[in-house]
């Protein structure tokens, strides 16, 4: 199978995909052309969404435990100067260390258009993976860093945040809330 010919789109909620839980990437797939392509196409995905700051293989249709983060949108560029893209690829990733401590964090998705909301999230977390030629790496983070690597490890396990958040609201393209599952109705 190849690649890379068309980009790919981002699937939305109904997507069955989205729902499961993705297998890891074989040993034999290391280091090969298709598991280039699978993460070459992660980030095309994610460049083309400048709000995104990462994005995990179900959600543009592929089932396999891959995700990537750009780092470089994760914090405001310095003034007049964009930051040169710092892509991180998570293949076959798992949690070694979470705090104990969790925080409430506002929380979107580009699986799950136009709905925000909040979760809890563990406000430290450090993920054991494996790049595409399969070497073996740790990396750890706070506060949203932190919150990635639950949110995208999610997707890997058929979770979206809305599964469990404990408040949703819609935003519109205009950027006004338009309606709360935690308000009354007029």
């Known amino acids: 199978m190849w690649y890379g010919a068309i980009m790919k789109a981002i699937v939305q909620q109904e997507n ?13 797939e290391f280091g ?19 709000d995104g700051v990462a994005i995990a293989a179900p959600q ?5 435990r891959i995700f990537v983060v750009r780092f470089d949108r994760l914090q405001p560029p310095p003034e007049g100067s ?16 979470v705090s104990r ?16 909301g909040k979760t809890y999230r563990h406000e430290r977390a450090t993920v054991r993976a494996r790049d595409v030629n399969g070497a073996r790496f740790e990396r750890g983070g706070g506060g949203i860093l932190a919150q ?5 490890t999610d997707h890997l396990d058929g ?22 599952s935690t308000t009354d109705h007029e």
């Open 16 to 28: 069955p995909v989205l729902h499961e839980v993705a297998p890891p990437v074989a040993e034999e």
């Open 32 to 50: 090969t052309p298709a598991l280039t392509g699978i993460v070459q196409d992660l980030i095309d995905a994610l460049d083309a969404e400048q």
């Open 60 to 64: 543009i249709g592929v089932s396999k």
């Open 82 to 97: 964009p930051l040169p893209p710092d892509v991180g690829v998570f293949i076959n990733p798992e949690f070694v260390r």
């Open 101 to 116: 401590r969790r925080e409430e964090m506002d929380e979107g998705c580009l699986s799950v258009r136009g709905t925000y």
């Open 148 to 152: 990635v690597y639950q949110h995208e």
């Open 159 to 180: 979770i979206l945040f809305i599964d469990h958040a404990i408040e949703t609201y819609q935003i519109s393209k205009e950027g006004r809330d338009i309606r709360s």
